[in-house]
């Protein structure tokens, strides 16, 4: 492997020196060919609501692209653009950089592992780079697999939904060594606004799936205290503002506030349509619940806050943002 | 009632005008001792942990004081500058303000109700300001037996602890009729820098306790989540500051953070001394829990919470600061 | 109050001589006086769902009846039968054992120490029993000030629900002194089956809450094995069958299935028709978390399992038996 | 496959011939030779705690074994009576029925489809039964994977410790094809007094997974119910007594009480040794989380339990019996 490492390393830094000497000599036909047709074409794999404005983002970019997905339907807005392949080893055939977005680990593991995966026809060098949401201990399998064909594995999960897609200001947490997080920058800085570097693969996952652990919790702490101070009689506009102002103050409260009427442009002022749906919610729990259990990790309140949105899903709340669990705890013939 | 309503706003009104006629009639000398030292005396009972200091601030503003504690050691710090009284009557008998600052429901049940409670000789028209922290129904059953003496009740409990009070900027969170606001602030702003009008009689308790409520669930959340990090290869500062500029951001990650070595001048810097004990904040929650049971509304987390810190009041923890959940979470041979 | 406890032992020493008297002569006249009439009356308060049954019971073992409802309506069953009084104090006045039966601990501390309350006209060395299910320290604070009158305090807590009542075979749990059991199971053992004896004042209702709780928490524990356990495709009676015979058995699973088409003669036979209403097990849990606050016992499970009532009677559950936690559970759409 | 299951079903039919004759011929040697050596070898692979004795009461039975044990050390026993292979692969070439017993999902793995694993050398016709407790979505992968060779899988998880292992007294759970079930049932029924069909394949793992969920609920439960009571000032026999003539009964109640001092012969009459390690059922409890989050089946006390006992463990109880949660809720102080 160290050897397959060393090769790797050598192709990529010749890569690398003809990027940087494209960009230091600075003739007009240059700097036209470098942001026109110059850049080397990107894979991309998983072209679902996320992975679609994620990919036009990075032909915006000048970037071609090599992709697929496995309902063919989901490339069509590609078929003139890009290059639609016929499986994800297709794809790595092609390209050297690849990002897949997938909705689940098991998914995750049969684009890079299956049959028809990008290790199949991978080549030495490549740096892979998976923004789905999956276990960590999943994503750092996949890294010891990549490295063996001699590869990159970095696990960049995003923060923010459609919206922020569309409009290219994603969040990245990116796991990888720290020496290609430039290389891996330059790609992901496409998409988002914001790529935070998190430490060896895996602590990109697990920095989002902490922060969404966190925030599933304050968001029902907050719903819950909210529902409690107007049963004792307090306005809701001004418990938030106390609240805001106070210890109990946290994003859920001061910008997404779950109470209808407390503030304007979040989903709780447009009955839960849009925004952050509770089905995400409990998935991203799942995995915290799954690396607790394996690390060891008690989580008490993470843990039912997990088993809350469960039950919301059952309850017919699935499609509703998150914070609708202010509505699901108020009692049926008020709401 | 609302003869006796009509009786005390009558008597008020009297008062008031006495208040104000004195304030009306200008001569300098009279000014003079109006800032210096004609205000009229404050009574204060519970000269405790947090009454001590904020008894001492209404006197750094002038304002002579009457005072009681239920342990005559509590008033030795003012005997050559305030009067020590015999009881909550006797203090009633000499100030027609009074600030009472006591541990429970019940120590206020009994100052204001019991045989030698303020209620015994209370003046008409006088105004009763409780800044303990008790149940928000207490406080409205303590409201209506004030009215029927024809004085006036509001309840004001503090946010902030013991060093906010020596500084003098707690908050006040203030429940009560919105016409006698002005007056109480008067009073509350020499011990506090926020004094905030929050509604009716009880919703200044109803007010800290549901901002206790979230800052108890939200300081548990944030240590699972620390934790869960830490355990999947994170480093802990950049974990918090990747929590606090993403939806996971609470006042217990960005300000109060509870792992040690992420920030300073926090109880968690400090081996978890100072600060806010988890028996308080179990006290908080258990006022919590009898609001939520006899408003009937469903408190998941809160209710969990509430049973943590109790668990942990049971381990060795009570007298160390809340935070201190991220201890009590960890593996014993590692911490 | 040691003299006044000392006449009240005498004189019911010398009552309970003559009723053992009574029962040693056997003359058919001693044996017809004995049942039909020669019973001292007995006072009944609280003739609800639970009371009007159980005064019946005792109206059927001979015992003429001295009753009081707050609704007048609650009384005309007895109207031929039993006097009906114009308040607890006259019922007091009247008969010289009473047994109260009333909703709540507010209900119980207005009949005893109210302005027309049983205290205000109490005969020195009566026995008062108390059925209501209500916090265990509200009945020690009675049995004081029942003692101070010179008479007796028991708490007797039923098990058992309307069906239970009307067939007089309900459990009691009594708390009280020892010596006095026996007279208190006279009067219960007309009304119930099984009477135990439990210890101190209190601790009637200490084993009432605590069974409750233990029987809460099992039975949302059965339904979520058993839900559990149907969706990983075990058949609903063979799994209840596996469980009784192994560690997970309780009477939630062997007495009391919550899963329709289990068992027969049971709620969830029965659409949860009839049974132990959600809303009684969420006032006991009330009790129970209440009771666990002030002794700083910690009640995890006890807590979440509370919250989860509370939650269903939000829902629309607050008139179904218990065991509907097991529809809660499952999917809107499936049930 | 369904050519495969044919050829199977046609060679075990043959086997079960020739087993039915033998059985059928009854002269004294046939019977000799049968009870003591025309007994078909069994294999056997995983020879610790509990397999070492499970393995020797299947000797006892006239079987001869075909052993495998990753750790050489734990095969030891069996060097003279039983021949030691050095591959779960050459347990599978010498023996048509095995049984493995082994700790995770990840060693049943291994054990089945690695390397050197089963399915490797696995004869057409075999029988594998797997006893390990596993997650039940893995049994049923591992089915399809030795159906694909022409062989038969089923789980059978055992109820009952390394004690009912050595007395032989287990009781097995067992899912896979009923028609199967009786040519199962004649090894387990050497090793357990309980051989017990639960339906398809992985049912034996879920019925297993959802008692021991139901038990480690009611077992906390207990625990909360009897320390709350005590503190009530019940006396624990008294109120075990009571719990176990009432809807609160249960297992932990009334077979295996966590309160020192009530029963005899229990974990918590020898300071919680012995018995079922917390360790051991936080890892059922995190296989019954898995398979809950995988169908999606809410399990609000469920996920809660699961937490508290990996607290447990993380305070230094994970050696202990499950049942010491009664001491880890008692004070430090007191206990």
Request: proline share 4%; glycine share 12%; hydrophobic share 40%.
């Amino acid at each position: 492997m160290a050897a397959a490492l060393c090769l790797r390393g050598a192709a990529r830094s010749l890569l690398g020196r003809g990027r940087r000497q494209c960009a230091g000599r600075v003739s007009l036909a240059a700097v036209c060919s470098r942001s026109m047709a110059s850049k080397t074409p990107v894979g991309f794999v998983g072209l679902g609501n996320m992975g679609n404005p994620m990919a036009k983002n990075l032909m915006k970019h000048g970037y071609p692209l090599i992709i697929y997905d496995v309902f063919p339907e989901a490339c069509k807005d590609f078929q003139d653009v890009g290059q639609v392949m016929a499986s994800p080893a297709d794809v790595a055939e092609k390209a050297d950089r690849i990002i897949t977005m997938l909705p689940t680990s098991l998914n995750a593991i049969e684009v890079y592992t299956g049959p028809n995966g990008i290790l199949r026809k991978v080549k030495k060098g490549s740096l892979l780079i998976d923004s789905s949401t999956i276990d960590p201990s999943v994503s750092k399998e996949l890294a010891k697999e990549v490295e063996k064909m001699g590869a990159l594995f970095m696990d960049a999960p995003v923060s923010g939904g459609v919206g922020a897609a569309r409009a290219g200001n994603l969040t990245f947490m990116v796991g990888g060594p720290e020496q290609e997080f430039a290389a891996a920058k330059e790609l992901l800085g496409c998409m988002g606004s914001n790529v935070v570097y998190c430490g060896a693969v895996g602590t990109g996952e697990a920095a989002k799936i902490c922060n969404n652990m966190l925030l599933g919790i304050s968001m029902i702490g907050t719903a819950e205290a909210m529902n409690l101070g107007i049963r004792l009689g307090l306005d809701p506009k001004l418990l938030a503002k106390i609240l805001n102002m106070s210890s109990g103050r946290c994003w859920s409260s001061d910008t997404y506030n779950p109470v209808p009427g407390v503030m304007d442009g979040v989903p709780s002022a447009n009955n839960y349509q849009g925004g952050f749906g509770t089905t995400l919610m409990a998935k991203d729990l799942g995995l915290a619940q799954a690396s607790a259990t394996s690390t060891k990790s008690p989580i008490l309140l993470g843990g039912l806050t997990h088993q809350i949105y469960r039950m919301m899903c059952a309850k017919g709340y699935s499609q509703k943002d998150f914070s609708s669990v202010f509505q699901f705890l108020r009692e049926d013939e008020n709401f």
